[in-house]
């Protein structure tokens, strides 16, 4: 990609560039060079927006996370009034995201199972991420509790934390397996039997 | 650590320094000369035993499944007769290995992570260990369904790759919250509730 001149656009393409890089590739195959060649930036321009390779990865983290948040709330427009349907919905469509994407899978799990042990400012980042993501289900499973269309015995923000758990689990096997099966098999499951009052 | 003489140690010195490595680090932050270094051998004995780096961390995969399997039947030894107590007892001795590891989680699982993108001779060597334990697990899900104990309207198999994820998703959850609870939770949650008949 050609260097670019507009430097108010440097901290976007960095974020972008970086993002797809960490996906495809990982935290540690992926270069600053690397970085700023796909983003079409000079390399210099990375150390005026960012200290780290490392700060940069928690910014990414951070950055994805209000990607899945704006696609969260963009899914919730169109969702059906029940809110055990409204999960099977946004879950639906995070399935279909996964199939068309061209490298599938979830970024804070990847980094979850990298760089957990070897950033702490990156496993603080991911702490925060998945509280938030686990908290934002549990609204969902309590007014479905309250609808009676998930079980009572269990509290709601457990039940969502083992619903990230699974979710995060069946994203790894679909990577492994290159089928999208365990993402489904997991959502029928949990939310056709192992939820059902 | 020494150079080492004993060239017929080598190939397991290796293996145990690259499995220490690649479950602390990851596969593209550990470097070959770090494994011989940890190893004690000198870097060139590296390619008399392993074609390459890749071709080592399938051998790793391979390794830790065995390491993984022989667990498995030690810890059937002293089993309760009650499968679904077997399954139990076996969980909670994996919780206690991880709780007491210096570096926890599965390093099926922060491969399939990290490098099933990249590698398809790894992709394949994960995807046929995750076959090797789901049919394991399944022997004992179906015996504690003719039992009575596990739920008959649901495919052991099934059951088993749905508890797997599970379980490595509540690891990359360890690894970020620095808690076993996770694994506890997802163990209770399955075996206390879901699968209950």
């Not at 210099?44 to 200290?51: A, I, K, L, Q, T």
């Not at 934002?136 to 923000?157: E, F, S």
């Not at 489904?184 to 949990?190: C, G, I, N, Q, T």
Request: net charge negative; glycine share 6%.
């Amino acid at each position: 990609m050609a260097r670019t001149a507009d430097k108010t656009d440097i901290p976007r393409r960095l974020t972008d560039a970086g993002y797809a890089l960490f996906t495809q590739n990982g935290y540690n195959a992926t270069g600053i060079q690397q970085i700023t060649d796909q983003a079409g930036v000079p390399k210099g321009s990375f150390y005026n927006h960012f200290d780290s390779k490392e700060a940069f990865a928690g910014q990414i983290i951070r950055h994805y996370a209000e990607w899945v948040d704006q696609s969260w709330q963009s899914c919730l427009q169109d969702a059906p009034a029940d809110p055990l349907d409204t999960i099977r919905h946004l879950f639906g469509k995070f399935i279909r995201h996964h199939e068309q994407a061209v490298c599938p899978g979830c970024l804070v799990g990847n980094f979850a199972a990298e760089v957990s042990e070897s950033s702490e400012s990156c496993r603080a980042a991911l702490s925060a991420v998945m509280d938030t993501w686990r908290e934002r289900l549990a609204v969902l499973i309590r007014q479905a509790q309250q609808a009676g269309r998930v079980r009572q015995d269990l509290d709601a923000l457990t039940l969502a934390g083992f619903f990230w758990d699974a979710w995060e689990g069946a994203l790894l096997r679909m990577k492994v397996e290159h089928d999208s099966r365990p993402l489904k098999e997991a959502l029928s499951l949990m939310l056709d039997k192992f939820f059902q009052p």
